[in-house]
């Protein structure tokens, strides 16, 4: 659902990524198109204002703007403020401290609510509960028998009267079908309106009352846009909701939303309805989503671990290595050896936005075993050797190459990508750099 607005962000990011090192011009320019694509994405505008607030003031702090990565350390921000927005952590159903855990869902006609009463029973059935569905829809002829239907495809109890029978009594009623079978969560499915209007109001609020429900659902169908908030808010007003279950993510429209849903309600989210079908409902993971969202699951994965194998102190003498225009073989050979316990270079070339383009330029590079032959021929020099390439004449050469069983070919090789890169590490030094990794393929 979210694809459109996926594909901004990341060429924002992308963008970023292209830049090196970032002022303060580069990030408001950013931010202004994160805006803009989150506004066509139909995120709530109030939302969007503070969200990319926040982001301004933590990517304008020093410690991001010096950073060697400072496109990589925007776009964690990004990732942790959109976490934040979505939810922020995990809501889950709360089971009531003596069974039968009751559960009511309400929401707008079509918004799926008897399709996420069965969804939500299978699941629970799934973790090992014993759940009993309730047909409180008496209002469309055949709303009980859709629900009926559904529960027997996935061997559920239902339980349902005939009309005329009130929902608030068949609710109350069921919960002594529940002691008698011995379930453990009770899911009331009641009707929809097709607009809020005091009938409905009343009736869900009747339904509440006698049922005493654990938790109060909102089903809200995720393609019907800002009026799916609007009528969250409502329904929060008049139930005290206690969750919401977006449905229908799985359709193509714009979808913001519903991700602007809890943060203008307060409510959060406690499952995704992704298809049709019986098992299509997922728990919600605010996170998740963000990096859904933002493409980048594994892009995370690669910051952190680029962090930790990154020895900063290491990192520091690098720079001023490069500075002072020092930068030797040696620095060149712990940095592909940094770079080997990153794992395989071409998935980590791949995962970093800006960079697969670079890596496309310099494919010698990234190949894992050219990088196990450059260590070799690196390693059989003599330390006068690797700290001064130019002293290496054909003898040397010879002589290299025949200890790292390799050819006077690929030394040669090695010392023109190294001094490639030695003037690569000039020009960065001048401002015009990638960061480490970025330079590692240009
Ligand atoms: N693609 C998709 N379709 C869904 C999803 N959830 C529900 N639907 C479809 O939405 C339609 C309406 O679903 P229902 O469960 O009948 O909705 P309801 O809220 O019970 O409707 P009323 O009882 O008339 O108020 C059905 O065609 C469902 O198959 C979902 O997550 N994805
Ligand atoms: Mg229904």
New binding site residues.
Partial sequence: MFEVLSDKLNNVFKRLGGKGKLSEKDIDEALREVRLALLEADVNFKVVKEFVARLRERALDSQVLESLTPAQQIIKIVNEELTAMLGGTASHLVPAGRPPTKVMLV?L????????AAKLALYLKNSGQRPLLVAA?MR?PA?IE?LSVLGGQLGIPVYHEEAPAKPASVCANAIKRAQELATNWIIA?T??RLHIDAEMMGEVEEIKAEFEPDEVLL?VDAMTGQDAVRAAQEFHSRLNLSGLIL?????DARGGAALSIKAVTGVPIKFI????KSN?LEPYHPDRLASRILGMGDMLTLIEKAEKSFDEERVMQLGEKIRRATFDLEDFLGQLQEMKKMGPLNQIVDMIPGLSSLARKMPDAIDERKIKKIEAIILSMTPQERRNPDVIDGHRKRRIARGSGTTSQDVNQLLNMFRQTQKLMKQMARGKGLGLLGSMFR
Avoid: F, H, N
């Fill in positions: 929401g006609q079509g918004s799926g609510k008897t399709t996420t829809d469309r709303a859709q499915d009707g929809g089903v449905t229908k993510l799985d359709g309805g992704v298809g049709e299509e």
